[in-house]
T-cell receptor
Framework: KAGVTQTPRYLIKTRGQQVTLSCSPISGHRSVSWYQQTPGQGLQFLFEYFSETQRNKGNFPGRFSGRQFSNSRSEMNVSTLELGDSALYLC????????????FGPGTRLLVL | DQQVKQNSPSLSVQEGRISILNCDYTNSMFDYFLWYKKYPAEGPTFLISISSIKDKNEDGRFTVFLNKSAKHLSLHIVPSQPGDSAVYFCAASGSTDKLIFGTGTRLQVFP
């Protein structure tokens, strides 16, 4: 069974630009969560999608948004990038809930200059 | 407001000895706790979990202890092996199901 895949793996953007990251969950998994990892802050929860609906949201500004498609693939978008958005963005999938075992992708490392 | 705290950013342990990683939480509504391990350039992988109805859960070399009154959990690794060197994250969940992660503890197991 293929694991969680994320594209692109690395990305360099400049302040003010926008970016879209993609996540393909494990086949059959309907819950997809996104996290931001920065040094000293651990993994911070961004949002979780289930059956194309945002089910939970973290404490991030509205510049961070996401969506899920009917095949469970998910995208997250960050608009008007700031230097502080530089981070590793991780996507994780599970069958129905983040409380079950989540399988993480390798992440997308975003650098904002 | 960090609801899940891992106050030790790093821990160094000799191979064969016990590693104890600690985690504190502030939200008494959390009822499910998990530990994940992360190697460099990889996503975290699930290690072990515990429900609030238990105070201990064991899986091979890994044991998680939960002290609800102290809002504290710990992960014990016995015996520690060099391959255990990684960053360990604890996470907690309540009624909303979303996971709140700690900041991580970097474990180094040396020969």
């Amino acid at each position: 069974k293929a694991g969680v895949t994320q594209t692109p793996r690395y990305l360099i953007k400049t302040r003010g630009q926008q970016v879209t990251l993609s996540c393909s969950p494990i086949s059959g998994h309907r819950s997809v969560s996104w996290y931001q990892q920065t040094p000293g802050q651990g993994l911070q929860f961004l949002f979780e999608y289930f059956s194309e609906t945002q089910r939970n949201k973290g404490n991030f500004p509205g510049r961070f948004s996401g969506r899920q498609f009917s095949n469970s693939r998910s995208e997250m978008n960050v608009s008007t990038l700031e230097l502080g958005d530089s981070a590793l963005y991780l996507c994780a999938s599970s069958l129905d809930s983040p409380r079950e075992t989540q399988y993480f992708g390798p992440g997308t490392r975003l650098l904002v200059l | 407001d960090q609801q899940v705290k891992q106050n030790s950013p790093s821990l160094s342990v000799q191979e064969g000895r016990i590693s104890i990683l600690n985690c504190d939480y502030t939200n008494s509504m959390f009822d499910y706790f998990l530990w994940y391990k992360k190697y460099p350039a990889e996503g975290p992988t699930f290690l072990i979990s515990i429900s609030s109805i238990k105070d201990k859960n064991e899986d091979g070399r890994f044991t998680v202890f939960l002290n609800k009154s102290a809002k504290h959990l710990s992960l014990h690794i016995v015996p520690s092996q060099p391959g255990d060197s990684a960053v360990y994250f604890c996470a907690a969940s309540g009624s909303t199901d979303k996971l709140i992660f700690g900041t991580g503890t970097r474990l180094q197991v040396f020969p």
